[in-house]
């Protein structure tokens, strides 16, 4: 691969990469001024592992306030309680318990994947706002209800992903929506790691993490979540018209109860998607590549992209970094709930109704080896 090989055509690739889709320029809000109040928000759950991620990027904002914590097992509020220097007051063994004493603007959702349609649904009796971790829930049954409750509630109910606030899947978006590489017709998606017990999760997160009620099948879900959400993005909220998956347990002495290794083919009427979801990759990986009709990009960790165009070789670039009100999920938060932007794309309920309907499906082909037509059913 060349570098830089073209010039000109270096910088209108960098200028393609930099341009914001028109929605989000529109939506664009004034940053958020620092004496302005943080937002008051409650955690349900510390269980699953992405808790520790927050605390050690987000405890210090400004912007935040953690007003209450709903955890039950008092080893864990302990261990919380003594890494990050937390009062004991702040804990509650009970949910709607704490959103009555506390109040918050919004509940972030840490419990296992089976337990976010009971804390969406006591939310939402609550009126309170939530954004839960990935991905919405286990089967599209609970995804449905889930919708319900934020519909007749009035409240926003969010999922919260890594890779949203990836710069380069911002810039493999932007080129594929301003044309700069045709209609698309590929999307192969790459996420996972050697496997939640050999990077050593915590025994809380990894007892539900290997659990098919808790979190819904294994890596299949855990990780192929990720890729049905950016093919959905991307093909601009169309369902698939069909789903085939296959899933191994290829180390059934680790992982006796779920699959560790999945791969999920979605088909629409002009594209595919390939959606490789692994425990068993030899380095953590969160990568895609999309292929349209006169070029690709290849999206290289959270900031590089890579971009082959008509007789012209490929190029390596560094995108944009994102806009303020969707750097981080607790900016986008804070735009949705008090800024007036508008929900939509990768961390949105409807995105992610289509996000549960493609995994249950996978889930479903995996079972009977059967492809699970969705053309004509909602």
Same mark, same amino acid.
């Given at each position: 691969?060349?570098?830089?090989?073209?010039?000109?055509?270096?910088?209108?690739?960098?200028?393609?990469?930099?341009c914001a889709s028109p929605d989000l320029r529109a939506q664009a809000k004034p940053e958020m001024k620092a004496e302005e109040a943080p937002l008051r928000v409650a955690l349900a759950g510390l269980v699953h592992g992405h808790a520790f991620g927050f605390f050690d990027q987000f405890q210090r904002r400004r912007d935040l306030q953690v007003v209450g914590i709903a955890e039950a097992d008092h080893q864990?509020?302990?261990?919380?309680?003594?890494?990050?220097?937390?009062?004991?007051?702040?804990?509650?063994?009970?949910?709607?318990?704490?959103?009555?004493?506390?109040?918050?603007?919004?509940?972030?959702?840490?419990?296992?994947?089976?337990?976010?349609?009971?804390?969406?649904?006591?939310?939402?009796?609550?009126?309170?706002?939530?954004?839960?971790?990935?991905?919405?829930?286990?089967?599209?049954?609970?995804?449905?209800?889930?919708?319900?409750?934020?519909?007749?509630?009035?409240?926003?109910?969010?999922?919260?992903?890594?890779?949203?606030?990836?710069?380069?899947?911002?810039?493999?978006?932007?080129?594929?929506?301003?044309?700069?590489?045709?209609?698309?017709?590929?999307?192969? #998606?790459?996420?996972?790691?050697?496997?939640?017990?050999?990077?050593? %999760?915590?025994? $809380?997160?990894?007892?539900? =993490? /290997?659990? &098919?009620?808790?979190?819904?099948?294994?890596?299949?879900?855990?990780?192929?979540?990720?890729?049905?959400?950016?093919?959905?993005?991307?093909?601009?909220?169309?369902?698939?018209?069909?789903?085939?998956? #296959?899933?191994?347990?290829?180390?059934?002495?680790?992982?006796?109860? %779920?699959?560790? $290794?999945?791969?999920?083919? =979605? /088909?629409? &009427?002009?594209?595919?998607?390939?959606?490789?979801?692994?425990?068993?990759?030899?380095?953590?990986?969160?990568?895609?590549?999309?292929?349209?009709?006169?070029?690709?990009?290849?999206?290289?960790?959270?900031?590089?992209?890579?971009?082959?165009?008509?007789?012209?070789?490929?190029?390596?670039? $560094?995108?944009?970094?994102?806009?303020?009100?969707?750097?981080?999920?607790?900016?986008?938060?804070?735009?949705?709930?008090?800024?007036?932007?508008?929900?939509?794309?990768?961390?949105?309920?409807?995105?992610?109704?289509?996000?549960?309907?493609?995994?249950?499906?996978?889930?479903?082909?995996?079972?009977?080896?059967?492809?699970?037509?969705?053309?004509?059913?909602?």
């Open positions: 691969m060349r570098r830089n090989s073209f010039p000109s055509f270096f910088l209108t690739i960098v200028a393609l990469l930099a864990l509020t302990e261990q919380f309680t003594k890494r990050y220097g937390l009062q004991a007051g702040i804990f509650y063994s009970d949910l709607e318990e704490m959103l009555k004493k506390t109040h918050p603007q919004a509940v972030l959702v840490y419990t296992n994947t089976y337990d976010h349609r009971r804390v969406v649904e006591i939310c939402a009796r609550y009126g309170v706002p939530v954004m839960m971790e990935k991905p919405l829930a286990v089967s599209l049954e609970d995804a449905r209800a889930i919708e319900k409750a934020a519909r007749d509630a009035k409240i926003q109910v969010l999922v919260n992903y890594e890779t949203t606030w990836y710069p380069s899947n911002q810039a493999a978006y932007n080129l594929t929506h301003e044309s700069a590489i045709g209609e698309i017709r590929k999307i192969v #998606v790459h996420d996972g790691h050697r496997g939640p017990k050999e990077i050593n %999760v915590g025994p $809380e997160f990894l007892a539900w =993490l /290997t659990d &098919p009620k808790l979190n819904g099948a294994g890596a299949l879900f855990d990780f192929g979540c990720y890729g049905a959400d950016l093919a959905t993005w991307l093909m601009d909220g169309r369902r698939p018209d069909s789903v085939t998956a #296959v899933t191994q347990r290829i180390k059934p002495e680790v992982y006796p109860r %779920v699959d560790d $290794e999945a791969t999920i083919i =979605l /088909t629409y &009427p002009r594209a595919q998607a390939i959606i490789q979801a692994s425990w068993n990759w030899p380095f953590s990986r969160k990568d895609m590549e999309v292929y349209g009709q006169k070029g690709y990009t290849i999206t290289v960790g959270r900031d590089q992209v890579r971009v082959r165009l008509p007789e012209r070789e490929e190029t390596s670039a $560094e995108a944009k970094p994102l806009e303020k009100t969707k750097e981080d999920s607790v900016s986008y938060l804070r735009a949705v709930l008090l800024g007036g932007l508008k929900a939509e794309g990768l961390s949105s309920l409807e995105t992610n109704v289509i996000v549960t309907e493609i995994l249950d499906a996978a889930r479903q082909s995996a079972a009977t080896g059967k492809t699970i037509s969705l053309a004509g059913t909602q």
